[in-house]
């Protein structure tokens, strides 16, 4: 690069070099510190001030806020909130209390630094990490001593047992983990589908005919008997969602699939086998489904296995037939659990 395109840096006062043809890389030195307002106006430092107490306080509001909101707002409420639609009342104050006292604590820390705190630059050589032999061969020499004075190799019964208690006091950590909730058990493996449960349907929220399934579409169904008002109910719908699908009968590939099958009609869980989000991308000609999330596809005339993406194995598929009234039911629930692999699947 030519002289005239590098910008101009001015030494610094305290011994900064200037670059010569026989020392281009010279240290140009720190430029002159430039002082802020608040340096120099102690009315604006003030207001500074009150700025960083300001947002203190907000954060000192929000927690109690949040404690106040888990004391009164009870677990089963739900709200609805423009765009979020029905949420839990208690969660929705919960996240937002303490994200604002979180955020308001850091705000007004990073305040404080850039308008408050000094921000003279300072410069420091570097020099080498490492220590010197004389101080290493202290420090093991220091070590020796020690490990000698304290008798641990010959006093067997002292080391074992202290190898012993510091092996079993992190067990009284994870003990403490048991205050976190009620164990799971089987909970993962089952939902709400069992033999009789209507297929309703999410949209109309009205149970679902063969009639209604028109061949290529795809329609969405939910148990019998869930309702929004329930506490549960986020819970339960992220197990039992259904997608329900007709291809003709001929087009279904996999055997136990058209068994399972009413007239060509299909019912696979909505739950995606990688993290769980939920699938709603159909593709009429090829019977595929996408994961909008990370493209896991999905083919549901073979058995809904998985063609392409990061998912680990196929949509549960749920088996359904006809009641004496015509409509769709189950015969059962799903023979695996549905999304994501879990440890306790064994």
């Not at 309702?227 to 003709?248: P, T």
């Amino acid at each position: 690069m030519s002289e005239e395109n590098l910008p101009a840096r001015p030494a610094h006062e305290g011994g900064g070099q200037v670059a010569t043809a026989d020392n281009p890389f010279a240290d140009p030195g720190l430029p002159a510190h430039q002082p802020r307002r608040q340096d120099i106006d102690e009315k604006a430092a003030k207001s500074s001030e009150r700025t960083v107490a300001l947002l203190f306080t907000v954060s000192m509001l929000a927690t109690l806020a949040f404690i106040a909101s888990f004391v009164v707002i009870p677990i089963d409420k739900i709200v609805y909130i423009w765009p979020l639609g029905h949420i839990s009342a208690l969660n929705f104050a919960l996240g937002m209390t303490l994200g604002v006292s979180l955020f308001a604590i850091g705000a007004g820390a990073v305040h404080w630094a850039r308008t408050l705190m000094s921000d003279v630059e300072v410069a420091d050589d570097r020099h080498p990490i490492e220590a010197s032999p004389e101080v290493k061969a202290k420090v093991m020499a220091d070590f020796a001593t020690g490990a000698g004075e304290s008798q641990f190799g010959r006093r067997k019964l002292i080391r074992n047992t202290m190898l012993g208690a510091l092996t079993l006091v992190p067990l009284s950590g994870v003990f403490l983990l048991r205050d976190l909730g009620p164990l799971p058990e089987d909970k993962l493996r089952h939902t709400l589908w069992s033999k009789g449960r209507l297929l309703i349907n999410q949209n109309t929220n009205k149970p679902l005919r063969p009639e209604d399934v028109a061949v290529g579409s795809l329609t969405f169904a939910v148990p019998e008997g869930l309702e929004e008002e329930q506490h549960d109910y986020q819970e339960q719908l992220a197990k039992a969602a259904l997608m329900i699908v007709r291809i003709e009968p001929d087009d279904i590939k996999d055997k136990k699939s058209r068994e399972w099958a009413h007239q060509g009609i299909l019912a696979f869980s909505k739950i995606c086998t990688h993290v769980g989000c939920p699938i709603s991308l159909y593709e009429q000609q090829t019977h595929h489904v996408l994961c909008p999330c990370h493209q896991s596809t999905f083919d549901l005339s073979d058995g809904a296995r998985v063609i392409f993406g990061p998912a680990g194995h196929a949509l549960p598929q749920l088996q359904i037939s006809v009641n004496g009234e015509g409509y769709l039911e189950a015969l059962g629930d799903f023979e695996e659990p549905v999304g994501p692999a879990f440890w306790e699947r064994g």
